[in-house]
């Protein structure tokens, strides 16, 4: 699969994920953090990826119909989870 980690997830998931055998890509290293949604969310469509974000917004289906995005995957973690998560990708 191909994927796009957004800005608020550890940048070194992008590097497991290309490790499991995906193509991933992290807004961070194409320098669009900053950027508007509606930019990710083109520049996803476009290369054909899944967004992995912990951006809620992704998650309302009146703004982002799942019909027409490669995928959105919203993940609502605490900040002890994604603390967790960036120590163990060594972030």
Known sequence: MRFKIDE???VG??????HAGHHAASVVAQQLQGK???IIVDVCVREKRVLLTHDLDFADIRA????????????GFTSKISNALSKHLNM
């Open 8 to 10: 608020n997830l550890p």
């Open 13 to 18: 998931l992008a590097s497991l994920l290309s």
């Open 36 to 38: 508007l949604d509606s």
């Open 64 to 75: 982002y119909p799942p019909d027409q995005y490669p995928g959105l995957s919203c993940y």
